[in-house]
């Protein structure tokens, strides 16, 4: 597609419950990247893929956090068990990253309400 | 330990008036710096990117963005603010395969 696609835009899940987010990165995309933004804070590193390998996943904040590219191309974040703490809007970013192009185009994010 | 600092939470400018974001980082060598802007509902959008070269970079919407290296700076500009300018901002800096975002800066635009 033209742009990096999530979906669903907006979830809200009851306390306990296990979600999955989409994304969609622009075609050919090689580089991953999921963020999470808590109100009124900046984006917070979580994970990094390249193609299927997720080489980086230092940022995830707790075993309960499990993502997957594994065709290198759509990826899932899971979020087991949920937790109110884990409200954030989680955005997802990919990157040509083959020296001719450089930057990361964001998706708009998915809004994850815990209640 | 890799930071970026924005130091600005939250400016307000009148429409037409210049405006001025501030950036720095923590970091030994030139990292590639990056400004992004976020509309309410919205991504986030590149503005302008720098890697290396001529120190003043140009980006969309009329924004700029000078890095000066003795000040661990790249604060962005724009000399002419519209309505439409109005929303958050974030500074990056790739330190490799990790990206780190700064706080964000609110902008606000008077009438």
């Known amino acids: 597609g033209a742009g990096v696609s999530q979906s669903p835009r907006y979830k809200v899940a009851k306390r306990g419950q296990d979600v999955a987010l989409r994304c969609d990165p622009i075609?050919?995309?090689?580089?991953l990247f999921w963020y999470q933004q808590a109100l009124g804070q900046g984006p917070e590193f979580l994970t990094y893929?390249?193609?299927?390998?997720?080489?980086?996943k230092s940022g995830l904040p707790s075993d309960r956090f499990f993502a997957e590219r594994p065709e290198g191309s759509v990826s899932t974040l899971k979020i087991q068990r949920t937790q109110q703490e884990d409200s954030a809007v989680y955005l997802c970013?990919?990157?040509?990253?083959?020296?001719?192009?450089?930057?990361?185009?964001f998706g708009s994010g998915t809004r994850l309400t815990v209640v | 330990a890799q930071s970026v600092t924005q130091p600005d939470i939250h400016i307000t400018v009148s429409e037409g008036a210049s405006l001025e974001l501030r950036c720095n980082y923590s970091?030994?060598?030139?990292?590639?710096l990056f400004w992004y802007v976020q509309s309410p509902g919205q991504g986030l959008q590149l503005l302008l990117k720098?890697?290396?070269?001529?120190?003043l970079v140009q980006g969309i919407k009329g924004f700029e963005a000078e890095f000066k290296r003795s000040q661990s700076s790249f604060n962005l500009r724009k000399p002419s603010v519209h309505w439409s300018d109005a929303a958050e901002y974030f500074c990056?800096?790739?330190?490799?395969?990790?990206?780190?975002f700064g706080p964000g800066t609110r902008l606000s635009v008077l009438p």
């Open positions: 970091y030994g060598a030139t990292p590639y």
């Open positions: 720098y890697f290396s070269g001529d120190t």
């Open positions: 893929f390249q193609n299927e390998a997720q080489l980086d």
């Open positions: 990056a800096v790739d330190y490799g395969q990790n990206f780190v």
């Open positions: 970013a990919s990157s040509l990253t083959d020296g001719e192009d450089y930057g990361y185009t």
């Open positions: 075609s050919g995309h090689v580089s």
